[in-house]
């Protein structure tokens, strides 16, 4: 099955550790959606007409999508799942698992959590100005919760 990563398991050594054997598909993108940390400091997306978030689909077994599970809080209601198409860079749509936490409200995230995300985003080669579009809102998300 196909996993669009968009938060920290875009990064290369965390997927390693969370779901070793997972192979990268390709980038994508998932259109009318938009990248925000949550008030849980995490990543989610939430719809935007005019926004898209870039990630990464990777290919898992059933053992790789527990452990996803596990690791995002699927049981504690933490993420849910869902079945979305997205965009691969020929621009032909995939479905693809993907995680979106229901807290919806801006927030900050946990230390060490963006770098994470971003340098996830480097490894895989995520446009430049979608990076700093990451750092650029969540510096907004702080602003606002002074």
């Known amino acids: 099955m196909l996993y669009f990563a968009y938060g920290s398991n875009m990064n290369r050594n965390q997927m390693v550790a969370r779901c070793p054997g997972a192979l ?6 998932l259109p009318q959606w938009e990248f925000r940390i949550n008030g849980r400091g995490v990543a989610t997306i939430v719809q935007h007409p005019e926004r898209t978030v870039h990630g990464v689909v990777w290919e898992i077994n059933e053992t790789h999508r527990a452990s996803l599970d596990r690791h995002e809080g699927v049981a504690a209601g ?3 799942i869902r079945m979305m198409d997205v965009l691969l860079p020929c621009s032909s749509a995939v479905s693809a698992l993907v995680y979106v936490d229901p807290i919806q409200s801006h927030g900050s995230p946990w ?4 770098n994470r995300v971003v340098e996830g985003a480097r490894q895989h080669g995520l446009p430049e100005e979608y990076i ?7 510096e907004g998300q702080r602003a606002r919760q002074t």
């Open 78 to 80: 933490c993420y849910e």
């Open 132 to 138: 700093a579009g990451l750092l650029a809102v969540t």
């Open 111 to 114: 230390d060490d959590y963006l």
């Open 24 to 29: 990268l598909v390709e980038t994508a993108r």
